[in-house]
């Protein structure tokens, strides 16, 4: 039996430029976040000849080509599995399609698990590459590159997507105090809603293949804002990253109408009022985690349970991508 898991993340700046039709033109910087919030994957071989995968479904089937869930299917195949007899399980410590970057945790388990069956050693950024490779080449998922990447290294790290592909990986500069001071300020909030990343990411994919001016200035902006969020970190100033990321947010709501709604607007605005210093909604948009930064976590923990939000308390997760058990 073989169990691995992979963190989900959260975006703490530049958040949008890593997906290709913006980064192979302009480079993209995003610095992004994995928290103690895991998807989990169980494989073992099985005495039966066929094919077990469980998730939010089950299927049982003979090949490879038979099964239903993409990614899965995908896996296999680009690592030259051909026995039927595993059954593969997932579980996750939050749902999908709340803007956590849990599909890319999904890929990046499940070919850590994959691997170690094949007791191969994969570094996290082959990894990373791979994951990619999966959802955006073979699957043509309009997604970035934030979310494989951080689930496979784990911790605080700076994303310079350049031009050509390439993925510098660099770990944020804070200083512990300012790391635990982080920690201790940011929550999260479930909105409620749940949606698919693809259709909002695919209008920006778009407009940013077509060049769409008012797009690219939006993520040029965003882009430096990511930049200024590393220098703030770097400084320990809190209080201006909190700034930054209420301006992050301004802009970030003008790419899509569905970004936002009034109800997620109006919580914003009560946080806002409650404690709460700079927020955003984590992800692609459209639902999901709603993210501040509070001076006053009790002010602001009452007021939003009281509209009934329910917050998701985390650390910060360092180990990325990793075999938990392996017998």
């Not at 994959?114 to 043509?140: G, R, V, W, Y």
């Not at 479930?190 to 690219?216: H, P, W």
């Not at 301004?250 to 914003?268: F, G, L, P």
């Amino acid at each position: 039996m073989i169990i691995t898991r992979s963190p989900l993340r959260i975006s703490l700046g530049g958040g949008g430029t890593d997906l290709p039709s913006y980064y192979q033109r302009y480079e993209g910087f995003l610095i992004s976040a994995a928290i103690d919030k895991y998807v989990y994957i169980n494989l073992h071989d099985t005495f039966v000849d066929y094919l077990i995968v469980k998730y939010s479904k089950m299927e049982e089937v003979r090949s490879i080509d038979e099964i239903k869930h993409p990614i899965i299917r995908e896996s296999l195949k680009l690592l030259g599995f051909d026995a039927r007899n595993l059954e593969i399980a997932s579980l996750a410590d939050i749902p999908a399609g709340t803007g956590l970057g849990s599909s890319s945790s999904f890929t990046c388990s499940l070919l850590k698990a994959l691997h170690t069956h094949k007791k191969n050693f994969i570094s996290p950024a082959d990894l990373a590459e791979q994951a990619c490779h999966i959802e955006m080449d073979l699957l043509h998922e309009p997604i970035g590159k934030q979310d494989q990447y951080i689930s496979a290294y784990g911790g605080i790290n700076c994303f310079t997507f350049c031009k050509d592909n390439r993925v510098k990986t660099e770990k944020l500069n804070i200083s512990p105090e300012t790391l635990y001071n982080l920690e201790d300020h940011l929550l999260l909030f479930f909105t409620g809603y749940s949606r698919s990343a693809s259709n909002v990411l695919r209008e920006q994919d778009d407009k940013s293949r077509n060049n769409d001016t008012t797009m690219i200035d939006n993520l040029h902006f965003v882009k430096e804002l990511g930049y200024k969020s590393k220098t703030a970190f770097e400084r320990g100033d809190l209080e201006e990253f909190a700034s930054i990321m209420n301006v992050h947010w301004e802009h970030k709501k003008q790419r899509s109408n569905a970004m936002s709604n009034d109800r997620i607007n109006t919580w914003y605005d009560l946080a806002m009022k409650n404690g709460a210093l700079g927020g955003k909604l984590i992800g692609a948009g459209g639902g999901g985690f709603l993210m501040f930064y509070a001076d006053d976590t009790k002010k602001l923990r009452k007021t939003m349970t009281r509209e009934g939000l329910q917050e998701i308390r985390f650390r910060f997760d360092f180990d990325g991508s990793k075999v938990v058990t392996t017998s």
